[in-house]
Structure formats: C-alpha cells, structure tokens
C-alpha cells in the first residue's frame, strides 16, 4: 500500500496562523501610511493657502510707495500689523482681528474685506523699504492642534518715488 502525503490538520493551521499574523502585521503598517498621509494632505492644504495669502499680499505691497507705522492708519489696528501707502491718498493695511481672520482695509473706503478666515500677520518694516512678513495658521487634526507659519521678505519697487 503506498504512503498518502499531505499536510496534517495541525500544519493547516499554523500555516493559516501565520497567514492571519502577517495580515494584521500589514494592515498595521497601512493603517499608519493612511494616516500619515492624511496629516500631510491637510498640513499641504494649509501651507498652500498660507502661500496663496502671501502671494496676494506681495504683489500689493510690491506696488507701495512706503511702510506707515499702524499709529497713523485712520482706525485703531494692532501693533503688527502692515501698513503701508500706495500714493498721496490711500493707505493699505493688512491686519489680524482676535486671530479670527486676516483683514485688507483701505483709509479712504474704511471696510474692512476678510482675505484669509483663521490666518494671523505679523510684520515688521525696515527703513531701506522692505518688511519681513509672517503668517500663521493654527489647525486641527484628529484632535491635535497644529501650528504652521511661513515667512517672506517684500522690497517696495515704487520706493522713494
């Protein structure tokens, strides 16, 4: 009579155990990619919108004929805020309103237009007619909060004139 071979009962299922073993290994591992890869979708999302905001800001800057200190807007505005003239009559400023919102306000129309909801300035201004701008974005991801800033230097090109 000849020999049948196969696997015994209790191969089956180590083998099987160590399968169900290395499944959950790598779906650990997909577990952690897919959530670090949603954390930098949406860290992505607000450092764009923080670039966006700056881009916006500069090329109005960049038209400026001078940096004003925030004591001679028209209204009351916070210390860091940007302020600057674009010619005889019309002064610009960007500020930050209980870190709710980035504001644009012009002196002559005094309205305020939201740029940017959640988005805080800060500025400071150099007598050679450049300002080094930062701004900041605070977030929320699965219940962490997260912080992320970006900085620029602007020169006037109408400066002097």
Same mark, same amino acid.
């Given at each position: 009579?000849?020999? /049948?071979? !196969? =696997?015994?009962?209790? +191969? *089956?299922?180590?083998?099987?155990?160590?399968?169900?073993?290395?499944?959950?290994? /790598?779906? !650990? =591992?997909?577990?952690? +990619? *897919?959530?670090?890869?949603?954390?930098?979708?949406?860290?992505?999302?607000?450092i764009d919108e923080l670039w966006l905001t700056m881009d916006k800001i500069e090329k109005e800057v960049r038209e400026g004929k001078e940096f004003k200190s925030y004591t001679e807007f028209p209204l009351s505005i916070p210390p860091d805020s940007l302020v600057f003239a674009t010619n005889d009559t019309a002064t610009i400023a960007f500020f930050t309103s209980g870190d709710t919102a980035l504001y644009r306000m012009v002196s002559?129309?005094?309205?305020?237009?939201?740029?940017?909801?959640?988005?805080a300035i800060s500025a400071v201004t150099f007598p050679s007619g450049s300002c080094q701008i930062s701004l900041t974005k605070n977030w929320t991801?699965?219940?962490?909060?997260?912080?992320?800033?970006?900085?620029?230097?602007?020169?006037?090109?109408?400066?002097?004139?």
């Open positions: 009579m000849k020999k /049948l071979e !196969g =696997f015994t009962v209790i +191969e *089956l299922l180590i083998a099987a155990a160590i399968g169900l073993i290395s499944l959950g290994v /790598l779906y !650990g =591992f997909y577990q952690a +990619e *897919l959530k670090t890869y949603q954390f930098n979708k949406k860290r992505m999302e607000v002559t129309s005094l309205s305020a237009q939201t740029i940017a909801v959640g988005v991801y699965r219940g962490m909060n997260e912080k992320e800033s970006i900085s620029s230097q602007i020169h006037l090109r109408n400066w002097g004139r």
